[in-house]
T-cell receptor, first 112, second 114 residues
Framework: DAKTTQPNSMESNEEEPVHLPCNHSTISGTDYIHWYRQLPSQGPEYVIHGLTSNVNNRMASLAIAEDRKSSTLILHRATLRDAAVYYCILRDAYNAGNMLTFGGGTRLMVKP | EAGVVQSPRYKIIEKKQPVAFWCNPISGHNTLYWYRQNLGQGPELLIRYENEEAVDDSQLPKDRFSAERLKGVDSTLKIQPAELGDSAVYLC???FGQGNEKLFFGSGTQLSVL
């Protein structure tokens, strides 16, 4: 399975943008890039996913490099409620048995 | 709409005792997953169900762990007997199919084995 590499932790100030990087140099052509986050004492929740083009939703934006070997999750204005562990995961949409395989993620700390 | 419901929220048992976790997925979701999350790590898949069939249980320690999903809805994960190393959060998730379908997770059951 293609792997992802993320920094262990990052800090941000409240109401400032946050850019969470993810490297996936061995990504295959059918791998989608998924992001989930896990708030304290909760299960993970879906944030966003994409294949090649940048994606936006109400939670975040996903910027994907042209060679697809890296991506960045962008929180436009961090709030204290965004403090969580963010997971970048590759998922082969055409492999029926492909699971959501979590790595260690990035722990985001938001300072008031 | 109710999300994925898990119970109990917390469980403390002594080693060698049995324990069971229950999960009620989102209505209409035919795929159900059980994950285990050790402290400071990401969740790891234990078993995946498509309706009532366990289609991937390669990571389930079958000597002491068992799971069932009768009628393709609710599911139960059991450990018998529990060991100290089983202390973890057990997460249930469900999705409507496979592929790029989003997974919806419950809040988990935090198990402490003393």
């Amino acid at each position: 399975d293609a792997k992802t590499t993320q920094p262990n932790s990052m800090e941000s100030n409240e109401e400032e943008p946050v850019h969470l990087p993810c490297n996936h140099s061995t990504i295959s052509g059918t791998d989608y890039i998924h992001w989930y986050r896990q708030l304290p004492s909760q299960g993970p929740e879906y944030v966003i996913h994409g294949l090649t083009s940048n994606v936006n939703n109400r939670m975040a934006s996903l910027a994907i490099a042209e060679d697809r070997k890296s991506s960045t999750l962008i929180l436009h204005r961090a709030t204290l409620r965004d403090a969580a562990v963010y997971y970048c995961i590759l998922r082969d949409a055409y492999n029926a048995g492909n699971m959501l395989t979590f790595g260690g993620g990035t722990r985001l700390m938001v300072k008031p | 709409e109710a999300g994925v419901v898990q119970s109990p929220r917390y469980k403390i048992i002594e080693k060698k005792q049995p324990v069971a976790f229950w999960c009620n997925p989102i209505s209409g979701h035919n795929t159900l997953y059980w994950y285990r999350q050790n402290l400071g790590q990401g969740p790891e898949l234990l078993i995946r169900y498509e309706n009532e069939e366990a289609v991937d249980d390669s990571q389930l320690p079958k000597d002491r762990f068992s799971a069932e999903r009768l009628k393709g809805v609710d599911s139960t994960l059991k450990i018998q007997p529990a060991e100290l190393g089983d202390s973890a959060v057990y997460l249930c998730a469900s999705s409507f199919g496979q592929g790029n379908e989003k997974l919806f997770f419950g809040s988990g059951t935090q198990l402490s084995v003393l």
